[in-house]
């Protein structure tokens, strides 16, 4: 019951630490921008490569970007790094690419992520906007 009363609907979401394939520290709150979209991800999952390629695809995720008003944010929380940096092509390089460093998102269970892949959205001031939603929900709720 505790997991999912997690970074609930109308709450802040819960803030991170992770560390990009270039080996930068950033953080959840550091991100700035109007919606953040925060995409729990595996390299080689199906269901994650066809998200990536539906907002890659997207000219409103593109265009939102490029004027700063939307980042993703793409969070890799398991440890197999070998297999995270060989997927590295696959991820836009306009988004944030990481990996939790810590383990906490996890192992600490910061984030309710029964399931891979997990699409949350944010607003700027990391309240959920939407958990768990779908790529097509998110895709016409966009700034």
Request: aromatic share 12%; charged share 25%.
């Amino acid at each position: 019951m505790r997991l999912t009363s997690l970074n609930r609907r109308g709450t802040k979401a819960a803030d991170f630490s992770f560390v990009d394939r270039k080996g930068r520290r950033y953080t959840l709150y550091g991100i700035n921008a109007e919606r953040t979209i925060l995409f729990f991800s595996n390299p080689g999952c199906k269901a994650c490569k066809e998200i990536i390629e539906a907002l890659n695809a997207s000219e409103d995720v593109s265009s939102h970007i490029a004027d700063g008003s939307l980042a993703v944010l793409n969070i890799y929380i398991d440890e197999d790094l070998t297999e995270w940096y060989n997927y590295m092509p696959i991820y836009p390089d306009s988004w944030y690419n990481g990996y939790d460093h810590n383990h906490v998102i996890r192992d600490e269970e910061l984030y309710d992520v029964r399931a891979i892949p997990s699409l949350y959205l944010l607003d700027k001031d990391k309240n959920v906007i939407f958990k768990d939603v779908t790529t097509e929900k998110l895709l016409n709720n966009l700034p």
